[in-house]
């Protein structure tokens, strides 16, 4: 049993400064090409580093405005890391397969897992569709012959399920960032006992851990001291 590691990319440029920000949210919306003096996918790029030189495999999860450059795409061959979608445009089976898609021309390999973008509380850009409807992309991934469903609950107590298909899906990971975690049912200590003895995903999103200095200190200690896979 094991940590499973997941990263949402979810920014092109990060939060931070505006002019990061705005690129961000234009990438998102209209268009911005990949400019790496810009800081494109730079914690993304920080964070694999780091996955590398312990050895550590993750579950990567992209945009389609997130989709990584050459020294990225580096990074994520030498770790051996798994790609999935971050799926935006959850209006119909249609949206969804023409996202995958689009990560499959850029990787030149299929895609076998997917996650939301979004909890269904905020509409996060002009192609984001905001509902979650969890049920919904179990069975669009299993149509697609996808392996791996990574769901957005809060509860990582709730386990693992296998529905059949070779799809696995766990509907729920231990947030990282303690904005969307309940700190005092669910603290890092706890996530430190029960990692030895069953399978629990832990989510993080580059540019808010390389924003605070704990979360860094928190994903180093943990990726070291817990053993991890990968869903393949």
Same mark, same amino acid.
């Given at each position: 049993?094991?940590?499973?590691?997941?990263?949402?990319?979810?920014?092109?440029?990060?939060? !931070?400064?505006?002019?990061? *920000?705005?690129?961000?949210?234009?990438?998102?919306?209209?268009?911005?090409?990949?400019?790496?003096?810009?800081?494109?996918?730079?914690?993304?790029?920080?964070?694999?580093?780091?996955?590398?030189?312990?050895?550590?495999?993750?579950?990567?999860?992209?945009?389609?405005?997130?989709?990584?450059?050459?020294?990225?795409?580096?990074?994520?061959?030498?770790?051996? *890391?798994?790609?999935?979608?971050?799926?935006?445009?959850?209006?119909?089976?249609?949206?969804?397969?023409?996202?995958?898609?689009?990560?499959?021309? *850029?990787? !030149? #390999?299929?895609?076998?897992?997917?996650?939301?973008?979004?909890?269904?509380?905020?509409?996060?850009?002009?192609?984001?569709?905001?509902?979650?409807?969890?049920?919904?992309?179990?069975?669009?991934?299993?149509?697609?012959?996808?392996?791996?469903?990574?769901?957005?609950? !809060?509860?990582?107590?709730?386990?693992?399920?296998?529905?059949?298909?070779?799809?696995?899906?766990?509907?729920?990971?231990?947030?990282?960032?303690?904005?969307?975690?309940?700190?005092?049912?669910?603290?890092?200590?706890?996530?430190?006992? !029960?990692?030895?003895?069953?399978?629990?995903?832990?989510?993080?999103?580059?540019?808010?851990?390389?924003?605070?200095?704990?979360?860094?200190?928190?994903?180093?200690?943990?990726?070291? #001291?817990?053993?991890?896979?990968?869903?393949?």
């Amino acid at each position: 049993m094991a940590l499973i590691i997941r990263i949402d990319v979810d920014r092109p440029y990060g939060k !931070q400064p505006l002019l990061r *920000h705005v690129l961000s949210r234009l990438s998102s919306d209209l268009y911005f090409p990949r400019v790496a003096e810009f800081g494109y996918l730079a914690e993304l790029g920080c964070m694999l580093n780091w996955l590398n030189g312990e050895g550590v495999r993750a579950h990567v999860f992209f945009r389609r405005c997130t989709l990584p450059s050459e020294p990225i795409l580096g990074l994520l061959e030498a770790g051996r *890391h798994e790609i999935g979608l971050h799926l935006e445009n959850s209006r119909s089976l249609e949206t969804f397969l023409k996202e995958k898609r689009i990560l499959e021309r *850029h990787f !030149q #390999k299929p895609v076998l897992s997917v996650s939301k973008h979004g909890s269904g509380v905020g509409k996060f850009g002009f192609h984001h569709y905001p509902p979650y409807e969890p049920e919904k992309y179990v069975s669009w991934a299993r149509r697609a012959s996808m392996h791996l469903f990574l769901g957005n609950l !809060q509860d990582p107590s709730l386990v693992p399920e296998s529905t059949g298909g070779g799809l696995t899906v766990f509907p729920a990971a231990f947030w990282l960032e303690p904005y969307w975690r309940d700190t005092k049912t669910y603290p890092v200590d706890w996530l430190l006992e !029960q990692a030895p003895s069953r399978d629990i995903v832990l989510l993080v999103h580059p540019e808010n851990v390389l924003a605070d200095s704990s979360l860094v200190a928190d994903f180093r200690m943990l990726i070291r #001291k817990l053993e991890s896979r990968v869903c393949s």
